[in-house]
């Protein structure tokens, strides 16, 4: 029954093994409740916010900023506050050993700490004023049951107070009212927090809405008046400061911390004067190292094979035309490949398949991703179910997702899974190209340019356009037969799209 | 062609406030603008307005100044100084929006743009012309005023509000046709300055937007300072002769003539739905506007339509609103629409009217029970501390619920105090709520308190 409790490195998606510490919301010394959003991570494609399942005093940070960290692998220490250090210290050591749990955790469980017994209640009877850990405990425990009703929606409130019940992570159905009319108002909240032994913070978003934080309206965290106008001028948001001030307002000295950080991640790390070439070094972002690693071990493990078909389509153009002449829609000719792949997939389900580990997995509908390139590398959102969507519902589902990728506003599951992918980069001009295979998925399609070429028609030299598809599988769970049948399938279904109405 | 995530056409309230918001969303967005930046309300409207408008009430302080003791003697006034005033505040705010575009990494095209083909702009820049593709096209092409056959602009008799806002000189008699929000101003201001002015409205009465009882108060207001007001008055014909207008009104069965120096035509506006290509993609209009959904959607896919462009209320602070809206509902934001009857309205002639929500007409017509309140300013301390408290508040609840339908002000700064009810109506505070909020003494925003107080039957001061 340990008082010390780590926070560990979450395990986000069946494929992520490591994670960059972005962003620490606390500093060593902080008391934290559980439920509060600790530590920002950089995974794969996404930045994540963890949160503590436990109450304590944040007691040593292991992992920094900017480090990489494997899963399981221990970020920080929360414990009492008259826990001695030399515990602390032994606490890290007997875990530093320890290898990284290598049970899958499902992606929806909330990241975090080793699990440790919770006292009961009786037992954690202590003053009120003695901050422990077990009276943090229980605090939580009221906390939590704070948490629990039906629908507030319609529970009589301020603005306010439904705000910050919301952030409290507060049913309002468990609060008292005092306002106007029976209305719960922010002091009731408040009042209901601090009862149940929560303390009352500032609040710290758990996800950042854009880039730049200086953006987020600060006025509403307790800041003195120093800090605040010094904030302004450093351009610094009170968001990202700690809060050690008196009565937990935000001072001189947190803004200024927050600008030095800010100044240390902003600085290229510098280079020897003896260097011989000038170059920019950046270090990978996670997920330039989750493109890296995740393709390098595609490459490594599935046996490539590509198989590779023109197809004409000047009947595709021709219907698209017509279709486009409708103002309610702008359908491109890649909306077009997505449906026509979806209907193969469900002519031959042999290609619509996951393999992981020794099993095969084959999927019912067709979750079709589709590769966009953004700034920052590349990320494949996914037309869900487009077997049972027509040309215009995918056109839109498409340009949706096309649209919200490119401004990072993507959620998990709508990039993570997919049965298939489809890469197209016919709009450069590219007339062929090999692609490779995104795991667990077992095929991916390259599209090339539609461009006008040459073709030979019972024996006759004619004019049509033509557009290359290179179909790339892995030969584990994929043969040439069945890559070929897929592709012959794909190529009727474009050279002729009114079979797609079938 | 040039390729970006997001295209606005228009750089007026509307169009530039999208795209910034765009841009601070992570687009990569272009911003189309023909003329100056900040588009009519930064150029040619709103703000100029008001910088004309402070010095008519700089005259009018002026001509009270013996009242509080002083005796200026002969006050001369250089008409051109005020309209300089007036232009470089206007240039001013325009360079700001160039700052604006260059510190948000929008890429700004100075030309006429046309729709071609859905998600496809031509832009005729000065030298050439070049195509710019984006998924997402935002209409803020705004509104001009509505001409009157037969009363065309001409610049030298006739004005448009830009002859209008830049005046060679004082006319001495002026026709104002139209007593909206602009014609109104335009009348409190010539008026101010010294010219004579005659008032033209069609309906029964003048600001007939507003709740009648302050279309009522304005009316009597104009009478004391001898601003004649023609209600239910048509113009039948003007006759150019020479440097004055002979212009033929028909009031009910009467026939009048009136001998004046200029005419400002004020009656209404119009879409600029004309040469940007609506007619190549098929989107829709209706009156003269463009037809669009909650979210400023139109029926063409990945077209979309904002501020006045798109219909009524004519309001910059509307256009912002919807610009921001539109954009963050492409972003996939979960945003609410734009609720009509929460856009306050404000004029700004003096007094000045402020309004947000119903007015006792309209709750009453909706069938909806309400409680009125008014307070009189010559009740309050403040207005007649300064001098100033023609005017009142009045204040629309329902009846049961204790919402706020609407408020109607007129007097001092009550531009500057509807904001308050605006807040009110947004968090949706009920009579009680505003009744036990505390408003500071002395000040003009104690009237709001009262009207509140007296909407509950319970006013301390009247």
């Not at chain 1, 409130?157 to 029976?182: D, E, I, K, M």
């Not at chain 2, 023909?34 to 008001?50: Q, R």
């Amino acid at each position: 029954m340990s008082s010390i409790v780590a926070i560990q490195m979450p395990k986000w998606g069946m494929e992520m093994s490591e994670g960059v510490i972005n962003d620490w919301y606390f500093t060593v010394g902080d008391s934290i409740n559980a439920g509060d959003d600790v530590v920002d991570v950089e995974t794969s494609k996404i930045v994540n916010t963890v949160t503590a399942t436990h109450s304590g005093v944040l007691r040593a940070i292991i992992a920094n900023n900017g480090e990489t960290h494997p899963v399981g692998g221990m970020l920080g220490v929360l414990a009492d506050a008259d826990t001695s250090d030399a515990d602390i210290q032994a606490f890290i050591a007997s875990k530093a050993g320890s290898p990284a749990p290598t049970e899958a955790t499902p992606s929806d469980v909330a990241p975090v700490a080793a699990p440790t017994q919770e006292e009961p209640a009786a037992a954690t009877a202590k003053s009120a004023e003695v901050v422990s850990i077990k009276s943090n405990n229980l605090a939580s425990t009221n906390l939590s049951a704070l948490t629990q009703g039906e629908d507030d929606s319609l529970v009589a409130a301020s603005p306010v107070a439904r705000r910050l019940a919301q952030q409290y992570g507060v049913n309002l159905h468990n609060v008292g009212a005092t306002g106007h009319h029976g209305r719960i108002s922010k002091a009731d909240v408040e009042a209901a927090v601090s009862s149940a032994g929560g303390k009352l913070h500032s609040a710290k978003p758990s996800q950042g809405d854009g880039k730049s934080r200086t953006n987020i309206d600060d006025s509403l965290i307790k800041a003195t008046p120093v800090a605040r106008r010094l904030a302004t001028e450093l351009g610094i948001s009170l968001v990202d400061c700690r809060s050690s001030g008196d009565r937990q307002r935000v001072c001189k000295a947190d803004v200024e911390a927050a600008a030095a950080l800010q100044r240390k991640l902003e600085t290229f790390p510098e280079l020897p004067a003896n260097e011989p070439a000038p170059f920019n070094a950046t270090p990978m972002s996670g997920m330039r190292k989750t493109i890296a690693s995740r393709l390098q071990q595609s490459k490594q493990t599935a046996p490539h094979f590509r198989v590779h078909v023109d197809c004409e389509i000047d009947n595709l153009l021709a219907t698209r035309k017509q279709i486009n002449s409708a103002s309610n829609a702008i359908v491109s000719v890649n909306d077009f490949v997505i449906k026509a792949v979806a209907c193969a997939l469900m002519q031959v389900p042999a290609v619509n398949v996951q393999l992981e580990g020794d099993t095969i997995k084959q999927f019912t509908d067709t979750d079709i991703s589709v590769a966009v390139a953004i700034d920052e590398g590349l990320i494949t959102p996914i037309v869900k179910q487009a077997n049972r969507k027509g040309l215009l519902d995918i056109s839109n589902a498409t340009r949706d997702l096309a649209t919200r990728a490119k401004l990072n506003r993507l959620q998990p599951d709508e990039f993570q899974g997919g049965s298939f992918c489809i890469s197209n980069l016919g709009m450069f001009g590219v007339k062929q190209f090999d692609a490779i295979i995104n795991p667990p998925q077992a095929a991916i399609l390259a599209v090339g340019s539609g461009e006008q070429r040459p073709v030979v028609k019972n024996g006759e030299l004619s004019v049509a356009t033509v557009m290359s598809l290179t179909l790339s599988s892995d030969h584990r769970v994929i043969d040439g037969a069945v890559a070929a049948q897929f592709l012959a399938c794909l190529k009727a279904f474009i050279e002729q799209p009114a079979t797609m109405l079938g | 062609m040039t390729n970006f995530d997001l295209i606005v056409v228009g750089s007026g309230p509307g169009g530039y406030v999208a795209a910034i918001r765009a841009a601070q969303l992570g687009f990569s967005t272009a911003l189309v603008e023909k003329a100056d930046m900040g588009g009519v309300c930064l150029n040619w409207g709103c703000i100029p307005t008001k910088a004309l408008l402070r010095g008519a009430e700089v005259a009018h302080t002026l001509s009270e100044a013996s009242h509080f003791g002083f005796n200026l003697g002969n006050i001369e006034f250089d008409l051109g100084k005020l309209v300089d005033h007036s232009r470089s505040v206007a240039g001013k705010l325009s360079q700001g929006i160039d700052y604006l575009m260059k510190k948000n990494n929008i890429t700004v095209f100075k030309g006429n743009a046309s729709v071609v083909d859905k998600g496809v702009l031509q832009v005729e820049l000065s030298s050439n012309s070049v195509t710019l593709t984006a998924p997402h096209i935002i209409l803020a092409t705004g509104a001009r005023a509505r001409a009157l056959p037969g009363l065309e602009v001409d610049g030298q008799t006739v004005w448009g509000v830009r002859e209008a806002m830049t005046p060679k000189m004082l006319p001495k008699r002026l026709l104002i046709i139209g007593a909206g929000a602009i014609g109104v101003e335009f009348a409190s201001l010539y008026n101010d300055l010294g010219s004579e002015v005659t008032l033209v409205e069609a309906v029964d009465r003048i600001v007939p937007a507003e709740d009648a009882e302050v279309s009522a108060h304005l009316q009597a207001q104009f009478a004391k300072r001898k601003i004649s007001v023609l209600t239910n008055t048509t113009l039948q014909s003007i006759d150019r002769t020479g440097t004055e207008a002979i212009a033929t009104l028909q009031q009910g069965e009467e026939t009048l003539t009136l001998a004046v120096d200029n005419i400002i035509v004020a009656v209404g506006i119009t879409g600029n739905i004309e040469n940007i290509g609506l007619e190549n993609v098929g989107a829709q209009t209706e009156r003269g506007f463009i037809t669009t959904d909650a979210f400023s959607r139109t029926n063409v896919v990945g077209l979309y339509a904002i501020g006045d462009v798109a219909g009524p209320p004519w309001l910059a602070h509307k256009a912002s609103h919807e610009g921001i809206l539109c954009v963050e509902k492409i972003a996939g934001i979960d945003v609410q629409p734009l609720k009509a009857e929460r856009i306050p309205g404000c004029t700004y002639c003096r007094p000045q009217i402020a309004s947000v929500g119903l007015s006792e007409q309209k709750a009453k017509q909706q069938g909806l029970a309400v409680s009125v309140g008014k307070f009189n300013l010559s009740a309050n301390g403040k207005a007649l501390a300064i001098g100033d408290s023609d005017g009142f508040i009045k204040t629309v609840f329902d009846k049961n619920t204790g919402e706020l339908w609407g408020a109607h002000m007129i007097g001092p700064e009550v531009t500057e105090q509807i904001q308050g009810f605006g807040i009110a109506q947004q968090l949706e505070a009920t009579a009680h709520e505003l009744a036990h909020t505390v408003f500071a003494h002395p000040s003009v925003s104690e009237a709001m308190h009262e009207s509140v107080l007296s909407s509950l039957g319970i006013a301390l001061h009247q």
